[in-house]
Nanobody
Framework: QVQLVESGGGLVQPGGSLRLSCAAS????????MGWYRQAPGKQRELVAV???????NYADSVKGRFTISRDNAKNTVYLQMNSLKPEDTAVYYC??????????????WGQGTQVTVSS
């Protein structure tokens, strides 16, 4: 079983920055995909950014140029650097990881969520 623990959320003023972290623990063989999603009140969960094992990244159009996803494979950790935050970025942010525990044993796990509030 893989557990994901997130940190770094909070309250920030518009134009400010936050850095989210998510660390995985468990008997992990490999993590292929790491990503961040978010869910605002009354809305569906949406992809924010994803990074695969080779380093290729993909971002939602709404965060391109403002957010940066990165990973530390040695620490099984994914980060989301969020700059120039806007009120519409307010949401609960969830990390996601998928990969393998061993031969023919895949996993797909979610973090518990961390609140990000952008408000003056």
């Amino acid at each position: 079983q893989v557990q994901l623990v997130e940190s770094g959320g909070g309250l920030v003023q518009p134009g400010g920055s936050l850095r989210l972290s998510c660390a995985a623990s468990g008997s992990i063989f490999t993590i292929r995909t790491m990503g961040w999603y978010r869910q605002a009140p009354g809305k569906q969960r949406e992809l924010v950014a994803v990074i695969i094992s080779g380093g290729r990244t993909n971002y939602a159009d709404s965060v391109k140029g403002r957010f940066t996803i990165s990973r530390d494979n040695a620490k099984n950790t994914v980060y989301l650097q969020m700059n120039s935050l806007k009120p519409e970025d307010t949401a609960v942010y969830y990390c996601m990881m998928s990969g393998g525990l061993g031969p023919q044993r895949d996993f797909h796990s979610w973090g518990q969520g961390t609140q990000v509030t952008v408000s003056s």
